[in-house]
């Protein structure tokens, strides 16, 4: 079962644009984390943001958390081409496992 | 980069086979897993591991086992391979226990065919 869900799951956007992915989940967390995915590579991770944490930042990443919506957002400011990837939002299972959602695909056009 | 190397990269096999999947660290971390990755489903652990011969099964485990003899070798098996086990292997390591707040790091992933 999937605890972290983001929407969309596809975003286009132009070289410059900011680009916004949001991320639910069901179950109450400790922490949340972001990671990104280039085509034919593995996941790196971007930032991890705890309960107590409304809002964190990351050079051009943005993140916030909002526990009584039980649900995240990533923000990449003046997007650029080679942050084209995929991006998952990962949670806590309540059995204490990593759970990915099945992510956003970004695609900046140059 | 993490430390994180699997094998083989790729691989074609044919169904009923046994496949054996490696994964070695550098980084002498306790805690490695074994996820795949498919189209509509994400990344879904497969095992994981919290130290040599300690494994535990995650939510697809069956028709894969798993073995752990040294930190630094987490190795995945795939006793009698089936066209649904074609996917994305990816292998990850972690200090700790990933829900106290750590990381973990992932390989470059291993892509399995059956056919």
């Known amino acids: 079962s999937q605890q972290g869900e983001e929407d969309p799951q596809a975003l286009s956007i132009q070289e410059g644009e900011n680009a916004t992915m949001n991320c639910s989940y069901k179950t109450s967390i400790n922490n949340l984390q972001w990671y990104r995915q280039n085509s034919g590579r593995g996941l790196v991770h971007l930032i991890l943001i705890r309960s107590n944490e409304r809002e964190k930042h990351s050079g051009r990443l943005r993140v916030t958390l909002d526990t009584s919506k039980k649900s995240s957002s990533l923000l990449i400011t003046a997007s650029r081409a080679a942050d084209t990837a995929s991006y998952f939002c990962a949670t806590p299972s309540n059995t204490g496992k990593l759970i990915f959602g099945q992510g956003t695909t970004l695609q900046v056009k140059p | 980069d993490a430390g994180i190397t699997q094998s083989p990269r790729h691989k074609v096999t044919e169904t009923g086979t046994p496949v054996t999947l490696r994964c070695h660290q550098t980084?002498?971390?306790?805690?490695m897993y074994w996820y795949r990755q498919d189209p509509g489903h994400g990344l879904r652990l497969i095992h994981y591991?919290?130290?040599?011969?300690?494994?535990d099964k995650g939510e697809v485990s069956d028709g894969y086992s798993v073995s752990r003899s040294k930190t630094e070798d987490f190795l995945l098996t795939l006793e009698s391979a089936t066209s649904s086990q074609t996917s994305v292997y990816f292998c990850?390591?972690?200090?700790?226990?990933?829900?106290?707040?750590?990381?973990?790091?992932f390989g470059e992933g291993s892509w399995l065919t059956v056919v």
């Open positions: 990850a390591i972690s200090e700790v226990r990933s829900p106290s707040g750590n990381t973990i790091y």
């Open positions: 980084e002498n971390h306790r805690y």
């Open positions: 591991s919290y130290g040599v011969k300690d494994t």
